[in-house]
């Protein structure tokens, strides 16, 4: 196997008039010609054919190699790095592709299959990008590496730094990120800076800050990130055998994650390992949709105007704290992801987004808010006719359900509200209904105080009770009559 060597890839400004082209080791983060963002252009002309490609990949299943255990370095054929790079990993990726039939009724789709990135390392997509980039901060020698954050890429770059010896400060939006990922960063040793300001004006910062050499930005700006990222799409599609899925549907924020999936889709299309393209769908929350509120400009001007630009939305509100933003940067390579896979850009309501997230908890899955936007938005587009029912669907989660327990608890408990406080709206318009909420149930610690149509349904009389349990039911629900109506019916 010829490992991609170092000389052989490196940084390209992505914009068509300028197109400049700097080395691997040049700590840039955009263009210095024009401000472009930059991406890896890896030469792929030393690799094997594609199908030496997947036996490859396939036979690291087996192996215990550390960086065939990693699903992000399995697939290192796709990466920039040399065979001695000194790799930082926690043995992330190899998340799960579940089947979720009740989510898919819920669409109205036939199936639906769920990539859960919420079961990485540190509970989040963001592992997938970190273990490149600070991999890269390793390789430049960077001596402090930072980022600004809605939470989980604080988190998940506070745990790659720990694991490799650097000093990790991390800025995020004060009171807008939830408990647990706050004590993600805090436990792994992240020095949190909270600032007075929104995400956006936390990235702002920290793009200055990065202006010196010793600090090395991990946002999504940063190329090497999405090279981590773009393996997601080798293992989705591994996972599926190789074949298609008409539609890969993913949340979108700082639009880092949707340019990634496209990346990693057109190099396996490109290498001849899958013979075409899934639509790339990406969903935003209807409170911080520029990239939604983009496309639909796009697609309703008339005169195909072909360079459009993102307004940014100055106050984004949702209650999915994880895609609260309303600049984000890597939007340019999100719009090329999706033009090119002849995907869409939707926004969804957070009525849509709570009941999804509460629906996807019930094919026993969950995830954070963030990664509710992509069941709410295939609802939509089924209805819509913009997805058939019987076409093959996966949503992409990005968070693990823990995330963010106290949007859950409100939701279950019927006290979600939302923040638009500016509108004039009152607070029971604000309220989220909890159409599928399933409240604790406050008793008085004797039995008799347990209503029965709160207990578990028993078994269907005619049954024959699993035995191996049978004397644990007995003990907490069954009537003496109840026990023998069963024995005299095995009998
Ligand atoms: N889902 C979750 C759970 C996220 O944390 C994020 C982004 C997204 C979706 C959106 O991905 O930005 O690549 O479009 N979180 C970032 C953070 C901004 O700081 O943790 P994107």
Redesign the pocket.
């Known amino acids: 196997m010829t490992p991609v060597s170092i000389d052989l890839a490196l940084q390209r400004c992505i914009e068509p008039d300028c197109g400049a082209r700097f080395g691997l080791n040049e700590q840039l983060y955009v263009c210095p010609h024009c401000g472009g963002l930059l991406e890896i252009e890896n030469e792929t002309n030393a690799l094997p054919d594609a199908e030496a490609l997947r036996r490859l990949w396939q036979s690291r299943l087996a192996s215990s190699d550390e960086r065939d255990r990693s699903g992000v370095w399995r697939y290192r054929e796709l990466l920039p790095f040399s065979e001695d790079a000194p790799i930082v990993s926690l043995a992330e990726g190899n998340t799960p592709l579940y089947d979720a039939p009740r989510a898919a009724r819920y669409c109205g789709l036939n199936a639906l299959q769920l990539k859960h990135q919420g079961c990485n390392p540190t509970g989040?997509?963001?592992d997938t990008g970190m273990t490149t980039a600070v991999t890269q901060a390793r390789i430049l020698g960077a001596r402090t590496v930072v980022c600004a954050?809605?939470?989980?890429?604080?988190a998940s770059l506070a745990a790659y730094a720990a694991r490799a010896g650097l000093k990790c400060a991390i800025l995020v939006p004060r009171g807008q990120v939830s408990h647990a990922k706050l004590a993600q960063s805090l436990d792994y040793g992240g020095v949190v800076l909270e600032i007075d300001g929104n995400?956006d004006d936390a990235m702002r910062i920290i793009r200055e800050l990065a202006e010196d050499e010793s600090i090395y930005l991990v946002n999504?700006i940063n190329p090497f990130r999405i090279e981590g990222q773009k393996t997601v799409a080798a293992e989705l599609l591994q996972q599926c055998a190789w074949q298609v899925p008409d539609h890969v549907v993913v949340?979108?924020?700082?639009?880092?994650?949707?340019a990634a999936f496209g990346k990693g889709f057109k190099e396996l299309f490109e290498l001849g390992i899958v013979d075409r393209l899934p639509r790339l769908q990406v969903i935003q929350a209807e409170g911080a949709a520029p990239f939604a509120q983009l496309f639909a400009r796009r697609e309703q001007d008339s005169t195909g105007d072909s360079s459009p630009t993102l307004i940014p939305v100055k106050h984004p509100q949702t209650l999915a704290t994880?895609?609260k933003?309303g600049a984000?940067v890597s939007w340019k390579k999100a719009l090329r992801a999706v033009t090119q896979t002849g995907g869409r850009v939707s926004s969804v309501s957070e009525q849509e987004i709570a009941d999804a997230k509460a629906i996807i908890g019930r094919d026993g899955i969950g995830c954070?808010p963030?990664?509710a936007t992509t069941v709410a938005g295939i609802k939509r587009m089924v209805n819509d006719g913009v997805i058939d029912r019987a076409e093959k669907v996966v949503a992409v989660l990005?968070?693990h359900l823990l995330?963010d327990a106290d949007y859950i608890i409100k939701y279950h408990q019927d006290s979600l509200y939302t923040h638009d406080r500016a509108s004039n709206r009152s607070k029971e318009e604000r309220r989220i209904a909890g159409t599928f909420s399933n409240p604790p149930v406050r008793v008085k610690a004797t039995r008799a105080a347990i209503p029965e149509a709160t207990l578990p349904s028993r078994f269907p009389r005619h049954a024959t009770p699993n035995p191996s349990s049978s004397a644990l039911c007995i003990g907490a629900y069954w009537s003496a009559f109840e026990i023998f109506q069963v024995l005299w019916q095995g009998a």
């Open positions: 989040s997509f963001k954050s809605t939470g989980n890429t604080a995400f999504s949340p979108g924020g700082n639009l880092g994650n949707s994880a895609i933003i984000p954070e963030a990664s990005t968070g995330k």
